[in-house]
T-cell receptor, first 109, second 115 residues
Framework: GQNIDQPTEMTATEGAIVQINCTYQ??????LFWYQQHAGEAPTFLSY??LDGLEEKGRFSSFLSRSKGYSYLLLKELQMKDSASYLC??????????WGAGTKLIIKP | GAVVSQHPSWVICKSGTSVKIECRSL??????MFWYRQFPKQSLMLMAT?????????EQGVEKDKFLINHASLTLSTLTVTSAHPEDSSFYIC???????????FGPGTRLTVT
């Protein structure tokens, strides 16, 4: 079966750094997405990785290791507005997105 | 670019009635549209995938006669919840993509409450 695992909830302090991990087992792989979702709103795109390595975009970076079935989202200089759920999703062999359950990130002052 | 709208943003209906939700791609032609449902504190659950001009492909456990999906044009898909019941109350989100791009662009969602 297809499976994506990410922690249910994480807490971090404003100004700090947090890493949200995602491991996956899917039928085929055509890339991995990270989305941010604030409560009551639709997801917004953060990053897409299809090759191994680190992609940096401002305060957010995303890493992928295809051989390990592993990715992480790194958030630096945390701000209160970063409190949200972060969704990991894998594009499988049929180009369907398989979604993780999401990680709720709580930022404390 | 790549803006997707949904209408209405929220709707309250009585049990037994039907409600239609529209999803529009405003600045691109959406060859594929997706409908998701999300219950509180849970992740997105894909309900169905629709390609323009074709019948929708429903995920296992989703009743196609209850959730009618129409994707009649490259910019519009509709989801009709027929004979709605309180357990259908949820946040319904559509997304769209065009051929060759695998990123999905999400609409703002529709909150449905069935009383």
């Amino acid at each position: 079966g297809q499976n994506i695992d990410q922690p249910t909830e994480m807490t971090a302090t404003e100004g700090a750094i947090v890493q949200i991990n995602c491991t996956y087992q899917t039928s085929g792989f055509n890339g991995l997405f990270w989305y941010q979702q604030h409560a009551g709103e639709a997801p917004t795109f953060l990053s897409y990785n299809v090759l191994d390595g680190l992609e940096e975009k401002g305060r957010f970076s995303s890493f992928l290791s295809r051989s390990k079935g592993y990715s992480y989202l790194l958030l630096k200089e945390l701000q209160m507005k970063d409190s949200a759920s972060y969704l990991c999703a894998v594009l499988d062999s049929n180009y369907q997105l398989i979604w993780g359950a999401g990680t709720k990130l709580i930022i404390k002052p | 670019g790549a803006v997707v709208s949904q209408h209405p943003s929220w709707v309250i209906c009585k049990s037994g009635t039907s409600v239609k939700i529209e999803c529009r791609s405003l600045d691109f032609q959406a060859t594929t549209m997706f409908w998701y449902r999300q219950f509180p504190k849970q992740s997105l659950m894909l309900m169905a995938t629709s390609n323009e001009g074709s019948k929708a492909t429903y995920e296992q456990g989703v009743e196609k006669d209850k959730f009618l999906i129409n994707h009649a044009s490259l910019t519009l898909s509709t989801l009709t919840v027929t004979s709605a019941h309180p357990e259908d109350s949820s946040f319904y989100i559509c997304s769209a993509r065009w051929t060759g791009d695998y990123e999905q662009y999400f609409g703002p969602g529709t909150r449905l409450t069935v009383t």
